[in-house]
C-alpha cells in the first residue's frame, strides 16, 4: 500500500511539474501537444524509479545520459507504460501496424481496440460522419462526444471497419453470381468471382500441444465446377504428432479501396472450410492408390494426402473444393467455425405420387489437376419403385447393354505430381466431380473428390470390348457413384455409369417417405 501511494503521489506530482513546464494546453503525457525534452522524462523515470523501492546511484536526473542509464537498467519498458500513453502512441500507426501491434499481447490487443482510435479512422476515411469537431472547438463538446464513442463495447469500431472494408472489398461479385450455367445448375463465373476477391486457400496442422502449422498454396487450378489446391513444403511437421488439418479460406482486408493489388503488411482474413482429424489416420483415411515413392490416401471430403513409401513423413497434400457455395464457405465463415449452409425447406407434392423419383441432372467430369479426361452431362433421370434397394434409389446414366450410349475417354488416366526435388504420375487415379440437380434444377448433391480404377474381379459382360475392365466406385452418405471403364484401341471406353441417391437424403429434400 505504501509503494502504492508513493507511486501515485509522484505521478500526480510529475503531473503538476509537467503542466507548469509545458503549459496549461498539456496534462500529463496524454494530449501529446508539445514535445517532451529529455531533462522531463528523466525527471519523470527517476520519480518512478524511487516509487517502485528501486535503488539507482544517480541521484542527480537530467540530460540524454541519464535517460541511457535508467533504460540500461530496464527501468523502463513498454508494456510498463500507461494506457494513456500507449493510446497516443498508437494513434500515430497506420492501420495495417495498428492491427499488427494487436497481435503483440494481451494488453495491447486491448489498447489497440480502443474505439476513439478506431472511430477517428472511420470518419477519416469517409465511412460515418463525424462525431467531434477539431480541437479548436470547446473541449467540453469533444469530450462528450468521446464519452458517447466509448459508450459502445470495446472493439465496436474496430469491427465496423472491417466490416466495411470487407464488404467494399466485394463490390461487384454479386453481380458475377447471378448467371447461371444451365449445364452445371451453378453460377457461371465462380471462378472470376474467387479471383477478383482474392481469396487462397492455406493449410493450418495443429499438434498435441496446440501449436500451428501454416502451409501456403504451391498450385491453384480451376475446373467447371471445382477448383484443386495443392500444398507442398521442404519440411513438414512429424505426421504421429499431428492432431488435425484444417482448409482456410483466406481474403484480404482492403485497407486502400483504391489499390486493386494488396500489400504484404494488410491483415488477412481466414475463414474455416473443413477440417479433418489426424489422430488416427489409418482409421478416417482410405487408400486408393501408389507408385514407387508415394502412398495416396482419400479423406472425406475431397482431401488427397500423400505420403513417402519410405517413412512416415507427407509429400504433399492436394484438395477438390466444389464451387457449391464455396464463395460463402470460404469468406463467410470465422476463424474456428465454418459457415452454416442455409437450411432447405421441403415442398411436399400432393398430385405427383412418384415425386422425388424422376428429373434428376447428373453432370460428372474426371480430371487431375492439369487436364480432363472425360465430361458430360445426363438429362432425365429416373428411378422406378422397384429399384429402391438398400436404402438407395438407383438412376442408370449409361447402360452397358445400350453400346450407343458408351462413351470413349482420351488418354490414360494418371495423376501426376511434384515437389522441389521429386515428381511422378500415379496410374489409374483421377479426381472426380459430381453434380445432381434435382427436378427444379436446383443442386441437390455436390462432391468433389479422388477416386481410383481397380481392375474388375469378373469378366467383362461387354463381349464388344477384349481389353482391361476397370470398376470406379465412390460412396458417402449421400450417394454413389459406379462407373465401368473398358480398354480397347488404345483408349478407354465408359461402358455403365449408375448413381445411386440415399432415401434420407431424398425423402428430407422432397418430404417423401420411400
Same mark, same amino acid.
Not at 466485394?170 to 449445364?183: D, E, T, Y
Given at each position: 500500500?505504501?509503494?502504492?501511494?508513493?507511486?501515485l503521489?509522484?505521478?500526480?506530482?510529475?503531473?503538476?511539474?509537467?503542466?507548469?513546464?509545458?503549459?496549461?494546453?498539456?496534462?500529463?503525457?496524454?494530449?501529446?501537444?508539445?514535445?517532451?525534452?529529455?531533462?522531463?522524462?528523466?525527471?519523470?523515470?527517476?520519480?518512478?524509479?524511487?516509487?517502485?523501492?528501486?535503488?539507482?546511484?544517480?541521484?542527480?536526473?537530467?540530460?540524454?545520459?541519464?535517460?541511457?542509464?535508467?533504460?540500461?537498467?530496464?527501468?523502463?519498458?513498454?508494456?510498463?507504460?500507461?494506457?494513456?500513453i500507449?493510446?497516443?502512441?498508437?494513434?500515430?500507426?497506420?492501420?495495417?501496424s495498428?492491427?499488427?501491434?494487436?497481435?503483440?499481447?494481451?494488453?495491447?490487443?486491448?489498447?489497440?481496440?480502443?474505439?476513439?482510435?478506431?472511430?477517428?479512422?472511420?470518419?477519416?476515411?469517409?465511412?460515418?460522419?463525424?462525431?467531434?469537431?477539431?480541437?479548436?472547438?470547446?473541449?467540453?463538446?469533444?469530450?462528450l462526444?468521446q464519452? @458517447?464513442?466509448?459508450?459502445?463495447p470495446?472493439?465496436?469500431?474496430?469491427?465496423?471497419?472491417?466490416?466495411?472494408?470487407?464488404?467494399?472489398g466485394?463490390?461487384?461479385?454479386?453481380?458475377?453470381?447471378?448467371?447461371?450455367?444451365?449445364?452445371t445448375?451453378?453460377?457461371?463465373?465462380?471462378?472470376?468471382?474467387?479471383? @477478383?476477391l482474392?481469396?487462397?486457400?492455406?493449410?493450418v496442422?495443429?499438434?498435441?500441444?496446440?501449436?500451428?502449422?501454416?502451409?501456403?498454396?504451391?498450385?491453384?487450378?480451376?475446373?467447371d465446377?471445382?477448383?484443386?489446391?495443392?500444398?507442398?513444403?521442404?519440411?513438414?511437421?512429424?505426421?504421429?504428432?499431428?492432431?488435425?488439418?484444417?482448409?482456410?479460406?483466406?481474403?484480404?482486408?482492403?485497407?486502400?479501396?483504391s489499390?486493386?493489388?494488396?500489400?504484404?503488411?494488410?491483415?488477412?482474413?481466414?475463414?474455416?472450410?473443413?477440417?479433418?482429424?489426424?489422430?488416427?489416420?489409418?482409421?478416417?483415411?482410405?487408400?486408393?492408390?501408389?507408385?514407387?515413392?508415394?502412398?495416396?490416401?482419400?479423406?472425406?471430403?475431397?482431401?488427397?494426402?500423400?505420403?513417402?513409401?519410405?517413412?512416415?513423413?507427407?509429400?504433399?497434400?492436394?484438395?477438390?473444393?466444389?464451387?457449391?457455395?464455396?464463395?460463402?464457405?470460404?469468406?463467410?465463415?470465422?476463424?474456428?467455425?465454418?459457415?452454416?449452409?442455409?437450411?432447405?425447406?421441403?415442398?411436399?407434392?400432393?398430385?405427383?405420387?412418384?415425386?422425388?423419383?424422376?428429373?434428376?441432372?447428373?453432370?460428372?467430369?474426371?480430371?487431375?489437376?492439369?487436364?480432363?479426361?472425360? @465430361?458430360?452431362g445426363?438429362? *432425365?433421370?429416373?428411378?422406378?419403385?422397384?429399384?429402391?434397394?438398400?436404402?438407395y434409389?438407383?438412376?442408370?446414366?449409361?447402360?452397358?447393354?445400350?453400346?450407343?450410349?458408351?462413351?470413349?475417354?482420351?488418354?490414360?488416366?494418371g495423376?501426376?505430381?511434384k515437389?522441389?526435388?521429386?515428381?511422378?504420375?500415379?496410374q489409374?487415379c483421377?479426381?472426380?466431380?459430381?453434380?445432381?440437380?434435382?427436378?427444379?434444377?436446383?443442386?441437390?448433391?455436390?462432391?468433389?473428390?479422388?477416386?481410383?480404377?481397380r481392375?474388375?474381379?469378373?469378366?467383362?459382360?461387354?463381349y464388344?470390348?477384349?481389353?482391361?475392365?476397370? *470398376?470406379?466406385?465412390?460412396?458417402?452418405?449421400?450417394?454413389?457413384?459406379?462407373?465401368?471403364?473398358?480398354?480397347?484401341?488404345?483408349?478407354?471406353?465408359?461402358?455403365?455409369?449408375?448413381?445411386?441417391?440415399?432415401?434420407?437424403?431424398?425423402?428430407?429434400?422432397?418430404?417423401?417417405?420411400?
Open positions: 500500500t505504501g509503494v502504492l501511494t508513493s507511486s503521489t509522484s505521478r500526480n506530482s510529475h503531473r503538476r511539474f509537467h503542466k507548469q513546464k509545458m503549459g496549461p494546453e498539456t496534462d500529463g503525457f496524454a494530449s501529446g501537444r508539445k514535445r517532451m525534452d529529455d531533462g522531463t522524462l528523466s525527471q519523470y523515470l527517476y520519480s518512478k524509479s524511487l516509487a517502485q523501492g528501486q535503488t539507482c546511484k544517480y541521484k542527480k536526473p537530467g540530460g540524454q545520459k541519464f535517460l541511457q542509464q535508467l533504460l540500461s537498467k530496464h527501468l523502463l519498458s513498454v508494456e510498463s507504460l500507461p494506457a494513456e500507449l493510446v497516443k502512441i498508437f494513434s500515430y500507426l497506420d492501420v495495417a495498428l492491427l499488427c501491434a494487436g497481435c503483440v499481447s494481451k494488453r495491447f490487443s486491448l489498447i489497440a481496440s480502443d474505439n476513439v482510435l478506431w472511430c477517428k479512422i472511420f470518419a477519416c476515411r469517409g465511412l460515418v460522419k463525424r462525431t467531434w469537431k477539431s480541437s479548436a472547438v470547446d473541449k467540453h463538446t469533444e469530450s462526444a464519452i @458517447s464513442v466509448q459508450d459502445k470495446l472493439g465496436y469500431w474496430k469491427k465496423e471497419c472491417l466490416r466495411t472494408w470487407t464488404s467494399s466485394k463490390a461487384g461479385v454479386g453481380q458475377m453470381l447471378r448467371s447461371i450455367n444451365k449445364f445448375g451453378l453460377p457461371r463465373r465462380t471462378a472470376e468471382a474467387l479471383k @477478383s482474392g481469396v487462397h486457400w492455406i493449410v496442422l495443429k499438434d498435441k500441444s496446440g501449436k500451428e502449422f501454416v502451409v501456403e498454396p504451391t498450385g491453384v487450378h480451376f475446373h465446377t471445382s477448383v484443386t489446391v495443392s500444398w507442398t513444403a521442404a519440411f513438414w511437421p512429424n505426421l504421429s504428432s499431428l492432431t488435425a488439418l484444417q482448409i482456410h479460406g483466406v481474403t484480404w482486408v482492403h485497407l486502400d479501396p489499390s486493386k493489388v494488396p500489400k504484404k503488411n494488410w491483415p488477412r482474413r481466414r475463414s474455416l472450410v473443413t477440417e479433418y482429424d489426424l489422430t488416427n489416420l489409418k482409421a478416417v483415411s482410405v487408400p486408393i492408390a501408389s507408385d514407387k515413392l508415394i502412398q495416396l490416401s482419400c479423406l472425406t471430403p475431397g482431401l488427397l494426402m500423400a505420403l513417402w513409401k519410405e517413412g512416415v513423413g507427407i509429400t504433399f497434400v492436394m484438395a477438390c473444393l466444389h464451387y457449391y457455395h464455396l464463395l460463402e464457405r470460404s469468406t463467410l465463415g470465422s476463424a474456428t467455425s465454418q459457415y452454416q449452409l442455409p437450411p432447405h425447406q421441403p415442398l411436399l407434392d400432393d398430385i405427383d405420387p412418384d415425386c422425388g423419383l424422376h428429373g434428376y441432372y447428373l453432370h460428372i467430369e474426371l480430371h487431375n489437376n492439369e487436364e480432363s479426361f472425360m @465430361s458430360g445426363f438429362r *432425365n433421370l429416373f428411378c422406378k419403385r422397384d429399384y429402391i434397394q438398400n436404402g434409389l438407383r438412376l442408370t446414366a449409361i447402360s452397358y447393354k445400350k453400346t450407343s450410349e458408351h462413351t470413349a475417354f482420351s488418354g490414360r488416366v495423376l501426376s505430381w515437389t522441389d526435388g521429386f515428381e511422378g504420375k500415379v489409374n483421377c479426381l472426380m466431380d459430381v453434380t445432381v440437380l434435382d427436378d427444379e434444377e436446383k443442386p441437390f448433391w455436390c462432391v468433389s473428390t479422388p477416386v481410383s480404377l481392375p474388375s474381379a469378373n469378366s467383362s459382360v461387354c464388344d470390348y477384349t481389353g482391361q475392365s476397370l *470398376n470406379l466406385h465412390y460412396c458417402d452418405a449421400e450417394g454413389k457413384i459406379h462407373m465401368v471403364l473398358e480398354w480397347e484401341a488404345d483408349q478407354y471406353y465408359l461402358t455403365n455409369l449408375v448413381l445411386y441417391l440415399s432415401t434420407d437424403k431424398v425423402n428430407n429434400w422432397f418430404g417423401t417417405n420411400y
